[in-house]
């Protein structure tokens, strides 16, 4: 059983920072690229950045710049720092991964429950 938390999430005004982490525990043989999502209402899902494992990274144009994504292989954990943000990013928030469950497995997709982030104008 493998399980994504996410936290850091929250009210934020215009400009302002927030850091989301996402925690991946359980069954994990190894995590290849991992990434952020992000849905607004009425809107799609939409890749905000990704991560690979040896960390290179790809951001969407709208947040390239002021967004850095990070991770710790160490502790199974994905990052997003989020600077000057804008009403527009306000949205659910979803990390993903690819990992492999056991040697030799296939690799998967994992999702976690999502962390509401509101910028405030």
Same mark, same amino acid.
């Given at each position: ?25 359980? =069954?994990?043989? =190894?995590?290849? *690229? ?19 494992? =040896? =960390? ?58 999502? *962390? ?6």
């Amino acid at each position: 059983q493998v399980q994504l938390v996410e936290s850091g999430g929250g009210l934020v005004q215009a400009g302002g920072s927030l850091r989301l982490s996402c925690a991946a525990s359980g =069954s994990i043989f =190894s995590i290849n *690229t991992m990434g952020w999502y992000r849905q607004a209402p009425g809107k799609q899902r939409e890749l905000v950045a990704s991560i690979t494992s =040896s =960390s290179l990274t790809n951001y969407a144009d709208s947040v390239k710049g002021r967004f850095t994504i990070s991770r710790d292989n160490a502790k199974n954990t994905l990052y997003l720092q989020m600077n000057s943000l804008k009403p527009e990013d306000t949205a659910v928030y979803y990390c993903m991964t690819y990992l492999v469950v056991a040697a030799g497995g296939r690799e998967y997709d994992y999702w976690g429950q999502g *962390t509401q982030v509101t910028v405030s104008s």
